[in-house]
């Protein structure tokens, strides 16, 4: 916490860009986007428009009914902005390529974003209609203040943030060195000069709208993942109910790739095109896009996998057991096998999510609290991982496992220093939006864990009546 407050602090020392969400864009009166990208030779439904969609931000909408299977929009392959944009690059794309050298792979984000600044400050720039009509300012944590940022109350989501801030400090200062011996005529943001700041805002546009798409089709026949911006497609917001999809076209007689909106279902008067941006939970949705899902069925909490907690977790439950932190030979090679112990485990290990408890965690317990080897053995990892309707070891095993998880979910709990209804409290007053953005992802974070708590209850009823009855 104090390492995030440190660099946030930084941060907020040199940012021109303040934290706040609104619609505003680069420009006051930018540029109409529609009308380019039809100039350009790309397609946008006659019903479409730009409308503002309160919390959301601006978003597309259709004036009137669009049936399923139409389509929507269409970019050509030179539209959307990517990291090489010519085959003729000239020295602003080597001092580029250099300082895009510099950033690790996981933050290809900043790759991408170091081009979009590169436009951003050239004058005349083709992609000037569009970036104009880019948000001026974002809400995603790394611009938090060091308070909004203790105000997650969530370690991993700190950590990641943190791992931003610090990049884009270091990235500034290796930035500023080796522009500083480039000439301007071959500086690629023709002699501006680049903070965090920028470098933040670029950083937040690109994580925000990029999509991961087929770039071109290769000499072989296979097509090549690039991450790029995609003008105007880019408008639409997320639900994981989706009304239109992404499809991809090969141009004729060439090697690239149209990119197209289609109606996936009929779409009614006055209605949002919906995009699904993926299956992420809310800390990559807040990370990357600065919003939180209410309900999110994706989200989840990350627990270390350790046999001290499973043992408090144990006692908690009044179910202590010794395998817990010193598991038999037999146990361990199964907790080896999971990938739970021994050199290069993974002992993150989540609660909540698509399958509600982590199949490794859920495996280990009904490993941990069986006492029969050969039982054990003869069942396959999957069978052991699965919460499926029958227990595989057994009812009582079974019910001891699922009342540990419920153990481990009120440690999770306990770990947030605020209760649901002081976060509520908190949500009705009047408060700054990255505070509100905080607080909605801690208090989801809860309401997921109760929702844990919950099915596996559920759960334990329902074998309980079972073994009742046997
Ligand atoms: C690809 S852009 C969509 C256009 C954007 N609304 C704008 O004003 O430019 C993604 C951003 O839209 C907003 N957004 C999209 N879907 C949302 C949702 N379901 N809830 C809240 N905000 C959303 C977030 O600010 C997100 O970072």
Redesign the pocket.
């Known amino acids: 916490m104090d390492f995030a407050t440190a660099s946030m602090k930084s941060m907020a020392h040199r940012r021109l860009l303040t934290c706040s969400?609104s619609?505003s864009r680069l420009v006051l009166h930018p540029p109409d986007l529609v009308q380019w990208v039809r100039r350009e030779g790309g397609f946008v439904h006659p019903k479409l428009r730009i409308a503002n969609?309160g919390?959301?931000?601006?978003?597309v909408s259709s004036l009137s009914e669009i049936p399923a299977g139409a389509d929507l929009i269409t970019l050509p392959s030179h539209i959307p902005l990517r990291l090489q944009h010519s085959d003729e690059p000239d020295e602003r794309d080597s001092v580029l390529t250099q300082l895009s050298g510099k950033i690790p792979e996981e933050l290809w984000i900043m790759r991408l974003g170091l081009r979009l600044l590169q436009e951003r400050a050239t004058v005349n720039s083709f992609w000037w209609p569009y970036i104009s009509?880019?948000?001026e300012t974002?809400?995603?944590p790394i611009f938090f203040s060091g308070e909004d940022m203790k105000n997650l109350q969530y370690i991993p989501l700190v950590y990641q943030v943190n791992k931003r801030c610090s990049f884009l400090l270091e990235f500034e200062k290796e930035v500023k060195t080796i522009l500083e011996t480039v000439e301007t005529k071959h500086h690629p943001f023709g002699g501006q000069d680049v903070n965090a700041s920028s470098l933040g805002w670029a950083m937040s546009a690109v994580s925000?709208?990029a999509f991961c798409l087929h770039g071109e089709v290769l000499s072989n026949g296979q097509k090549r993942d690039i991450h790029m911006l995609l003008p105007f497609i880019?408008?639409?917001?997320?639900?994981f109910q989706p009304n239109a999809k992404i499809v991809q076209e090969q141009e004729k007689g060439s090697s690239k790739m149209s990119v197209k909106v289609v109606a996936e279902t009929q779409i009614a008067q006055n209605s949002p095109i919906?995009l699904n941006?993926g299956c992420l939970s809310n800390d990559l949705f807040l990370l990357?896009?600065?919003?939180v899902?209410p309900s999110n069925p994706f989200d989840h909490v990350e627990l270390k996998y350790d046999g001290i907690l499973l043992d408090a977790a144990g006692i908690a439950a009044g179910l202590s057991s010794p395998s817990f932190s010193s598991p038999t030979q037999w146990q361990q090679e199964i907790l080896c096998q999971l990938n739970l112990l021994g050199d290069g485990a993974i002992t993150k290990v989540n609660l909540g999510g698509s399958g509600v408890i982590d199949g490794r965690l859920l495996a280990a317990l009904r490993v941990l609290l069986a006492s029969n080897k050969e039982i054990v053995q003869n069942l396959d990892l999957d069978t052991l991982m699965t919460l499926s309707q029958k227990a595989p070891l057994g009812i009582s095993i079974e019910i001891a496992a699922l009342r540990i998880i419920i153990a481990l979910c009120v440690v999770a709990l306990e770990h947030f220093p605020t209760k649901i209804m002081q976060d509520e409290s908190i949500l009705k007053g009047n408060i700054s939006t990255c505070m509100q953005l905080a607080v909605q992802f801690r208090m989801q974070k809860k309401l997921m864990i109760i929702d844990v708590m919950r099915k596996l209850s559920h759960r334990i009823k329902i074998l309980s009546k079972e073994k009742s009855a046997a």
């Open positions: 969400a619609s969609q919390s959301d931000g601006l978003g009509n880019l948000p974002y809400s995603v925000s709208r880019d408008m639409c917001n997320h639900s919906l941006y990357d896009y600065g919003f899902i």
